[in-house]
């Protein structure tokens, strides 16, 4: 199975702040790693996928890059309602895995 | 209005069962993969299985297979979550989510409580 792995595990920043989430995958995976945000009791919400491409009605400020096996999401101003959990996840191989998770706190 | 709706969760007893059931409305069920993604008490998420537009082609995480079987249902909108042999690691929220790379749509998940 291919493992990701995501840091920092969680981060204290306030608005405004510009805020990089790493994910490093165990083997490459081209460009397949999505990125998705969850907040306390909803489900998880599709921010970018293929690495870079920016999900329909998801704010600008999100980014996402890399190939291969690096990859970072970026959110270049944080906004209170930006405070969530993220993870990254790869679809390279037909079982989904998901990073551990990144809490971004205040 | 694009919506997945999980229902079927509940508390059952250890090596007890369960179905579970996603309706799927506002889109055409039947042009789209859909995994299954559970979610324990704190912790981060886990892919369950994966199924194909058809129905044709599916897959299981390790721990799952031989235990859980998945199914659909594209006349009724429905996805079907088989679990047997339930232990207390399987008290999850599971969740349904549209697409086969990634999930661009999911429910609001189905809590799953296994305890005697």
């Known amino acids: 199975d291919i493992q990701m792995t995501q840091s920092p595990s969680s981060l204290s920043a306030s608005v405004g702040d510009r805020v990089t989430i790493t994910c490093r995958a165990s083997?490459?995976?081209?460009?397949?790693l999505n990125w998705y945000q969850q907040k306390p009791g909803k489900a998880p919400n599709l921010l970018i996928y293929v690495a870079s491409n920016l999900q329909g009605g998801v704010p600008s400020r999100f980014s996402g890059s890399g190939s291969g096996t690096d990859f970072t999401l970026t959110i270049s101003s944080l906004q209170p309602e930006d405070f969530a959990t993220y993870y990254c996840?790869?679809?390279?191989?037909?079982?989904?895995?998901f990073g551990q998770g990144t809490k971004v706190e205040i | 209005e694009v919506q997945l709706v999980e229902s079927g969760g509940g508390l059952v007893q250890p090596g007890g069962s369960l179905r579970l059931s996603c309706a799927a409305s506002?889109?055409?069920?039947?042009?789209?993969?859909v995994n299954w993604v559970r979610q324990a008490p704190g912790r981060g998420l886990e892919w369950v299985s994966y199924?194909?537009?058809?129905?044709?082609?599916?897959y299981y995480a390790d721990s799952f297979k031989g235990r859980f079987t998945l199914s659909r249902d594209n006349a009724k909108n429905s996805l079907f979550l088989q679990m047997n042999s339930l232990r207390a690691e399987d008290t999850a929220i599971y969740y349904c989510?549209?697409?086969?790379?990634?999930?661009?749509?999911w429910g609001q998940g189905t809590l799953v409580t296994v305890s005697s």
């Open positions: 996840q790869q679809s390279y191989s037909t079982s989904w895995t």
């Open positions: 506002g889109f055409t069920f039947s042009d789209y993969e």
């Open positions: 083997q490459s995976i081209s460009t397949y």
């Open positions: 989510a549209r697409g086969g790379y990634y999930g661009d749509r």
């Open positions: 199924i194909s537009s058809s129905g044709s082609t599916i």
